[in-house]
């Protein structure tokens, strides 16, 4: 069992920059291939990035490509989401998932954090 607990969102304006953080229990993270996932108001669940259970693969939404940066420190249980020139389309609740396989398809990703809000204005 993973336990997964996201924090880092918030308001901020169109072009600036956050740094979402998803902590992890257990002593198996690193185990598990991580990803990102949005969800926007009356939108159905997105895709934002993946990476790989050593964190040698990436994957992308081609809408946050050259934006958004997925990286993780197995030592520290954790998987970050480096948000940079943020637009009013990222607004959305971002949840992280961990699952045994790399994946963009969030189906295959088994144990999910609450959610945190992130909130762009224009």
């Known amino acids: 069992q993973v336990r997964l607990v996201e924090s880092g969102g918030g308001l901020v304006q169109a072009g600036g920059s956050l740094r979402l953080s998803c902590a992890a229990s257990g002593r198996t993270f690193s185990s598990h291939a991580m990803g990102w996932f949005r969800q926007a108001p009356g939108k159905g669940r997105e895709t934002v990035a993946t990476?790989?259970?050593?964190?040698?693969?990436?994957n992308y939404a081609d809408s946050v490509k050259g934006r958004f940066t997925i990286s993780r420190d197995n030592a520290k249980n954790t998987v970050y989401l480096q948000m940079n020139s943020l637009k009013p389309e990222d607004t959305a609740v971002y949840y992280c998932?961990?699952?045994?396989?790399?994946?963009?398809?969030?189906?295959?990703?088994?144990?999910w954090g609450q959610g945190t809000q992130v909130t762009v204005s224009s």
């Open positions: 998932a961990g699952g045994p396989r790399y994946t963009v398809v969030a189906g295959d990703y088994d144990y």
């Open positions: 990476i790989s259970r050593s964190g040698g693969f990436t």
